[in-house]
């Protein structure tokens, strides 16, 4: 298990200056990979995901492309990995979504990570045309028509949501499999849907417990799909504070100063995850974010993330 940060791409201190900066201190500090989301409106009237209101943080309001920024920190960057947590598939052409991962595996020389998911708020799907009733099924079927795109010309797709005719699609990844595609999953369907399609799963870390059962049914849903489950991987994020001082009374599982979060980590080490990602919600600068990042790498010193195969 190693760890990885995601990059200010949005909130108070947000700027291709602080992204930059965080990118190449988290690879300086070794961590494995840095990561961005995909945000597409906000709506002024108030967000609805099933017809349900939904809070939105205000930091919503502005956030970086996840791909562009991801290229342009390629730039900046040598080693760290580069990866969407996430990108909503639905919101794109697959044929479209799978040449900018390439341009961006192509720039970063094989370091990119397709990390996908389904969308959730109303009003984003009414502005994209995308009906919310097929998306589980439409999805499939992107990964399916993003992989093919991956692979040798003449290209061809042919499905109920997607078609591509005969054609040569290019460039290619660098990475010889195609960009690892690992799926969002909270739900058991979509978990699922992970352990049958995906090269691994994206989901976030609620409590020690909920981990533990969503990574158990991944990995034996995986094994009932006839795959090696111990060939995907979990990829795990975290949306709490990191903090300079212990955090008192009750505590967000994962949040807190390094010590804190360093014994929440050996209670999971046993699961067997590939990678832990931070969204930090504390940090007001780049510079403090940093700081927490330091001391999250001395309390839990691991290797980095291997290369692309």
């Known amino acids: 298990?190693?760890?990885?940060?995601?990059?200010?791409?949005?909130?108070?201190?947000?700027?291709?200056?602080?992204?930059?900066?965080?990118?190449?201190?988290?690879?300086r500090l070794g961590y494995g990979a840095v990561w961005t989301y995909e945000r597409l409106l906000y709506p002024t009237g108030g967000a609805t995901s099933g017809g349900r209101p939904q809070p939105l943080p205000d930091y919503y309001a502005s956030t970086f492309e996840p791909i562009e920024t991801l290229s342009h920190v390629a730039a900046c960057t040598d080693r760290v990995r580069l990866g969407t947590s996430v990108v909503n598939a639905l919101f794109h052409n697959p044929v479209v979504l799978a040449r900018r991962f390439a341009t961006?595996?192509?720039?970063?020389?094989?370091?990119?990570?397709?990390?996908?998911?389904?969308?959730?708020m109303d009003q984003e799907f009414e502005a994209i045309g995308v009906s919310q009733r097929t998306r589980g099924e439409a999805l499939e079927e992107a990964v399916a028509a993003v992989r093919a795109a991956w692979g040798p010309d003449p290209v061809s797709f042919h499905g109920k949501h997607y078609t591509i005719p005969p054609s040569a699609i290019n460039p290619k990844p660098v990475q010889r499999q195609g960009v690892p595609i690992v799926l969002a999953g909270m739900s058991p369907p979509a978990v699922d849907r992970a352990a049958r399609l995906a090269d691994g799963l994206n989901p976030i870390a609620l409590s020690r417990e909920f981990l533990e059962q969503t990574v158990t049914r991944f990995r034996a849903t995986a094994a009932e799909a006839g795959r090696d489950a111990a060939a995907l991987s979990v990829i795990v994020r975290v949306n709490t504070p990191l903090t300079a001082d212990d955090l008192d009374g009750?505590?967000?599982f994962l949040g807190g100063s390094a010590r804190q979060i360093a014994a929440d980590l050996d209670l999971v080490?046993?699961?067997?995850?590939?990678?832990?990602?931070?969204?930090?919600?504390?940090?007001?600068?780049?510079?403090?974010?940093?700081?927490?990042?330091?001391?999250l790498r001395e309390a839990v010193p691991s290797a980095e993330w291997g290369p692309a195969a």
């Open 250 to 252: 009750e505590r967000p």
């Open 1 to 27: 298990m190693d760890l990885g940060v995601a990059l200010p791409t949005s909130g108070a201190y947000a700027s291709a200056e602080a992204i930059v900066r965080v990118a190449q201190g988290a690879e």
């Open 104 to 120: 961006l595996d192509r720039f970063s020389g094989g370091r990119a990570v397709a990390g996908l998911g389904l969308g959730w």
């Open 269 to 295: 080490a046993p699961l067997g995850l590939d990678h832990v990602l931070f969204a930090d919600t504390a940090s007001t600068t780049a510079d403090e974010l940093l700081r927490r990042l330091s001391e």
